[in-house]
């Protein structure tokens, strides 16, 4: 998707849309990493105010995926850091999509990986070990499965329930 913008995957995809087999999410995001954009097949966790499981993911190979974190739109506490970034960099993670907050920003803005959440927050987050895996996640007013494509540049964050063709 390197040429073609979502703006224009929109455009030309009008009912899918319509149909509700293209999502747009709510622009809520803000910009972090060096790739600003990145699509790829979706891994859904929902965790609040705790990471075990984001830097879990984080540790295995990523293959291309996005990691879409449901992390309850918390502001309280950051649910990401440089560390698990660099990681999920190293292990071919695509993207991360945070519904909560990321702390280190700078080291993860020197990271060739697409990284999206709400805010930076210095606190960390709990390391108990919550959350649910591979589990269907509503984030910026849209239901997005373990499974789907996302896409994301700088004009936003598109869901399709397949691979398009673009």
């Given at each position: 998707?390197?040429?073609?913008?979502?703006?224009?995957?929109?455009?030309?995809?009008?009912?899918?849309i319509?149909?509700?087999?293209?999502r747009?999410?709510?622009?809520?995001?803000?910009?972090?990493?060096?790739?600003?954009?990145?699509?790829?097949?979706?891994?859904?966790?929902?965790?609040?105010?705790?990471?075990v499981?984001?830097?879990a993911?984080?540790?295995?190979?990523?293959?291309?995926?996005?990691?879409?974190?449901?992390?309850?739109?918390?502001?309280r506490?950051?649910?990401?850091?440089?560390?698990?970034?660099?990681?999920?960099?190293?292990?071919?993670w695509?993207g991360?999509?945070?519904?909560?907050?990321?702390?280190?920003v700078?080291?993860?803005?020197?990271?060739?990986?697409?990284v999206?959440?709400?805010?930076?927050?210095p606190?960390?987050?709990?390391k108990?070990?919550?959350?649910?895996?591979?589990?269907?996640?509503?984030?910026?007013?849209t239901?997005?499965?373990?499974?789907?494509?996302?896409?994301?540049?700088?004009?936003?964050?598109?869901?399709?329930?397949?691979?398009l063709?673009?």
């Amino acid at each position: 998707m390197a040429l073609v913008t979502t703006a224009e995957v929109c455009d030309a995809n009008q009912h899918l849309i319509v149909s509700g087999e293209l999502r747009a999410l709510q622009p809520i995001f803000q910009i972090y990493g060096r790739r600003q954009v990145f699509s790829g097949p979706v891994v859904t966790l929902k965790v609040f105010e705790d990471n075990v499981l984001v830097r879990a993911f984080l540790e295995e190979k990523g293959n291309g995926r996005v990691l879409v974190v449901d992390g309850g739109g918390s502001l309280r506490c950051a649910i990401l850091g440089g560390n698990p970034v660099v990681q999920a960099q190293n292990n071919g993670w695509a993207g991360i999509v945070v519904n909560g907050c990321v702390r280190d920003v700078d080291e993860i803005n020197g990271c060739d990986i697409g990284v999206r959440a709400l805010a930076s927050h210095p606190m960390k987050a709990n390391k108990k070990g919550n959350g649910e895996k591979n589990v269907p996640i509503t984030i910026a007013g849209t239901r997005i499965c373990d499974g789907e494509w996302l896409y994301a540049d700088t004009d936003g964050i598109l869901i399709s329930r397949t691979e398009l063709s673009v």
